[in-house]
Nanobody, 122 residues
């Protein structure tokens, strides 16, 4: 059974940092392109970032470029998202997703984890 379990969310002040983790089971993370997707209250899903299977190629939404870093540890079957210089508009539920993404394409919801809440507020 494929499972993606996110953790690391929480409440942080503007300008702060958080590191999200996503542990995968039921499939081989190392051969899968992976993505992070977020959904703010009352809004549709927004693709955030993707990383190829080897971890060499990464892509980011313009809204997070230069502030967020996606990475992976295939030996630990874990995907990460380091978030720095957080802004209130980053507030959302963050999901890791199996598969590629871009500003034109978000992985299907069936391939997401259960999500972790990130709230940026003073």
């Amino acid at each position: 059974q494929v499972q993606l379990v996110e953790s690391g969310g929480g409440l942080v002040q503007p300008g702060g940092s958080l590191r999200l983790s996503c542990v995968a089971s039921g499939f081989t993370l190392g051969i899968s392109e992976m993505s992070w997707v977020r959904q703010a209250p009352g809004k549709g899903p927004e693709w955030v970032s993707s990383i190829n299977s080897g971890g060499v190629s990464t892509n980011y939404a313009d809204s997070v470029k230069g502030r967020f870093t996606i990475s992976r540890d295939n030996a630990k079957n874990t995907l990460y998202l380091q978030m720095n210089s957080l802004k209130p508009e980053d507030t959302a539920v963050y999901y890791c997703a199996r598969g590629p993404g871009s500003k034109w394409y978000t992985p299907p919801r069936a391939y997401w984890g259960q999500g972790t809440q990130v709230t940026v507020s003073s």
